[in-house]
């Protein structure tokens, strides 16, 4: 599923704006496309080459330390997480139950949010990014407390959960994706004869 400007993942992308910039990027030239790689190397930050079947590049300045930890922690899940849990009747027979299968929901929504949210025209989902807010989510419940509250060692050991998602935070925001290349549709190059 590419994200388009007209299609959900295009619409999602720009308004969320989650992915996290990993700054210029080569895009990968087909062999057989007729177009020097050099010309991306030497050339204005932005070329277009449309005409070719070929995106514009971009010299997207790379998310620094900050940005990227804000980026990484899943902000709108852990709401909506916050959200349904302080709507749970108080302590029932349930009660327990209700948490965790919230706790679970919220997690598998993790990833498919932040794939919709890191999809950009001509590059993939951030694959790095989804999977370090999906192990971010359970941290941050953990250190909430949630269904955890209603274990008996937690109550003496919450400071461990606030120990861990302080480093946690901290270790992740210092991963710095590797760009991914631009991908060209194979079927857009020109003629050999046209170049």
């Known amino acids: 599923m590419a994200a388009t400007p007209g ?9 969320m704006s989650r992915r996290i910039e990993t700054g210029p990027v080569l895009p990968d030239i087909p062999e057989d496309s007729g177009v020097a790689r050099a010309i991306f190397v030497a050339g204005p930050s932005t070329r277009d080459l449309s005409g070719r079947g070929i995106a514009a590049f971009s010299s997207q ?3 620094g ?21 302080n709507v749970i009747p108080p302590p029932q027979s349930d009660h327990k139950i209700a948490l965790w299968v919230v706790s679970i929901i919220s997690a598998l929504c993790v990833p498919l949010y932040m794939y919709l949210a890191t999809q950009k025209p001509h590059h993939g989902a951030l694959w790095s990014q989804i999977l370090i807010s999906s192990v971010a989510f359970p941290l941050w419940v953990f250190a909430i407390g949630g269904p955890f509250e209603q274990c008996k060692w937690y109550v003496n050991y919450r400071w461990v959960a606030a120990i861990t998602i302080c480093f946690a935070t901290f270790l992740f925001g210092l991963y710095m994706p590797s760009p991914a290349p631009i991908t060209i549709p194979s079927g857009n190059t020109p003629a050999a004869g046209n170049a």
């Open 65 to 85: 330390y900050v940005d990227r930890l804000l980026k990484y922690i899943p902000a709108e899940i852990v709401a909506l997480y916050l959200g349904v849990i």
């Open 61 to 63: 300045q790379a998310d």
């Open 7 to 15: 299609s959900l993942c295009g619409i999602l992308a720009a308004l």
